[in-house]
C-alpha cells in the first residue's frame, strides 16, 4: 500500500510568458526574414528549443507579438501568439537566466569597448579630444539598446552603467567631486509642511513623489514662490532641498536620507538629465518621461492636477524599475503525521 501523503503547494508567483511561433514560406523573399530577425532581436526575445521566440507577458511584449503576426500572415506565412505558464523542462528561474545571459553578452560587449576608452583616457589625461565624448554616446546608445529590453535587471547592467558615468566623470573632471550632503532623519520631516515653487516639472514632481513614498504620506505640499515660517522648502533658490552642486534636488534628497534604492538612483538618473540635460546619464526611458512631461505644461494643467499625474508617473516607472525576478511555484510533500 503506498504511503499516506499530504500535498502541499505553496504558488509564491507564477510567471506569465508570451510565446510566438512563425513560419515564412520558403519562397519568402530575404527581405522580410532579415527585417524579422532584427525585430525580434530590438525586442530582447529568447529563442526556444524549435525556434519559438519567448518574451514575458507584459502588455507592450504581448502587443509588439500580435503586430508581427500580423505582418507574418501579411507576409504570406504562419503565426500563432500564445500565452504560457510553463515551458517544459525549465522553471521561470531557468528562463529568466536566459534572458540575464542574452543582456550579459550585450553588456560586456559595451563594458569591453568602454574598458578600452577608459584606458586611453587614463594615460591621455589632459590631451582628450571632442572623439573621446562621441565614442562614449555611442556606448551609451549600445547600452541603452540593451537596457531597454532588459526585462528582469540583469546584474551586469548596473556595473556597466556605473563604468560609463565613471567615463563622463573623466571626461568631466568638475562633475568627478563628490557633493557633501549632510544626512537628515526622516522622523525629523513627518507631519511638516513643504512648499516649492508653482508649475512643478521634473525635479518637484519627483520629489513631491519622494516625499509621499519614502518620508510621510500625508504630507502637505503647498506651491508658492516663497516659503512660510516652518515649510520645508524644495526645489527653490532657498531651502534645504535645492540644486547642489552638480546634484539636483531629487539627487540631494536622496542623499540626505540616505536612501539607497537602486530604483530610486536609476530615477534620479532620468530626472537629472531632464533637468540639466549635461549628458551624463543615458537611460531608455528618459526620453520617453521627457516627452510626457513636455505635454502636461503645454496643457496648462493646474498645480494639483500635474501633481496628482506626477505621482502616478513616478510611482508606474519605480514599479518597472524596481521589478525584480519573481518567486516560482513551490512543491513540498510532506509524509501525513509529520510536524510543521
Given at each position: 500500500m503506498l504511503p499516506n501523503y499530504e500535498i502541499y503547494v505553496t504558488i509564491l508567483h507564477v510567471m506569465d510568458w508570451i510565446v510566438l511561433s512563425y513560419s515564412l514560406s520558403s519562397v519568402t523573399h530575404s527581405g522580410p526574414r532579415v527585417a524579422l530577425w532584427r525585430r525580434l532581436r530590438r525586442l530582447g526575445?529568447?529563442?526556444?528549443?524549435?525556434?519559438?521566440?519567448?518574451?514575458?507577458?507584459?502588455?507592450?511584449?504581448?502587443?509588439?507579438?500580435?503586430?508581427?503576426?500580423?505582418?507574418?500572415?501579411?507576409?504570406?506565412?504562419?503565426?500563432?501568439?500564445?500565452?504560457v505558464q510553463h515551458v517544459?523542462?525549465?522553471?521561470?528561474?531557468?528562463?529568466?537566466?536566459?534572458?540575464?545571459?542574452?543582456?550579459?553578452?550585450?553588456?560586456?560587449?559595451?563594458?569591453?569597448?568602454?574598458?578600452?576608452?577608459?584606458?586611453?583616457?587614463?594615460?591621455a589625461k589632459s590631451r582628450v579630444g571632442p572623439q573621446a565624448q562621441d565614442h562614449l554616446n555611442r556606448l551609451r546608445r549600445r547600452y541603452a539598446e540593451a537596457a531597454r529590453v532588459d526585462y528582469f535587471g540583469c546584474p551586469d547592467g548596473r556595473r556597466v552603467s556605473e563604468q560609463l558615468a565613471r567615463i563622463e566623470r573623466m571626461l568631466s573632471p568638475s562633475a568627478d567631486r563628490r557633493e557633501a550632503v549632510a544626512p537628515?532623519?526622516?522622523?525629523?520631516?513627518?507631519?511638516?509642511?513643504?512648499?516649492?515653487?508653482?508649475?512643478?516639472h521634473v525635479d518637484?514632481?519627483?520629489?513631491?513623489?519622494?516625499?509621499?513614498?519614502?518620508?510621510?504620506?500625508?504630507?502637505?505640499?503647498?506651491?508658492?514662490?516663497?516659503?512660510?515660517?516652518?515649510?520645508?522648502?524644495?526645489?527653490?533658490e532657498t531651502g534645504e532641498f535645492g540644486h547642489?552642486?552638480?546634484?539636483?534636488?531629487?539627487e540631494k534628497m536622496l542623499r540626505a536620507f540616505s536612501l539607497d534604492d537602486p530604483a530610486l538612483h536609476a530615477i534620479a538618473e532620468i530626472v537629472h538629465e531632464i533637468d540639466l540635460r549635461d549628458g551624463r546619464y543615458a537611460r531608455p526611458e528618459t526620453t520617453g518621461v521627457d516627452a510626457i512631461l513636455a505635454g502636461w505644461r503645454l496643457a496648462e494643467w493646474p498645480d494639483?492636477?500635474?501633481?496628482?499625474?506626477?505621482?502616478?508617473?513616478?510611482?508606474?516607472?519605480?514599479?518597472?524599475?524596481?521589478?525584480?525576478?519573481?518567486?516560482?511555484?513551490?512543491?513540498?510533500?510532506?509524509?501525513?503525521?509529520?510536524?510543521?
Open positions: 526575445v529568447v529563442r526556444l528549443p524549435g525556434g519559438s521566440q519567448l518574451l514575458p507577458a507584459r502588455d507592450e511584449c504581448v502587443e509588439a507579438f500580435q503586430w508581427l503576426a500580423q505582418e507574418i500572415r501579411q507576409a504570406g506565412g504562419e503565426a500563432v501568439v500564445m500565452r517544459e523542462d525549465m522553471n521561470d528561474q531557468q528562463l529568466v537566466e536566459l534572458f540575464h545571459a542574452a543582456r550579459r553578452e550585450e553588456y560586456m560587449a559595451v563594458e569591453a569597448e568602454a574598458a578600452a576608452l577608459e584606458k586611453d583616457l587614463a594615460k537628515v532623519r526622516l522622523a525629523d520631516y513627518r507631519g511638516r509642511r513643504w512648499v516649492t515653487r508653482p508649475r512643478p518637484r514632481l519627483a520629489c513631491a513623489w519622494l516625499i509621499r513614498r519614502c518620508v510621510d504620506p500625508k504630507a502637505t505640499i503647498r506651491y508658492a514662490a516663497r516659503p512660510k515660517p516652518g515649510e520645508i522648502a524644495f526645489d527653490m547642489q552642486g552638480n546634484l539636483c534636488s531629487f494639483a492636477e500635474l501633481e496628482s499625474r506626477g505621482l502616478a508617473l513616478f510611482e508606474g516607472l519605480y514599479t518597472t524599475l524596481a521589478g525584480s525576478t519573481p518567486a516560482v511555484v513551490k512543491t513540498k510533500r510532506r509524509k501525513k503525521g509529520d510536524r510543521t
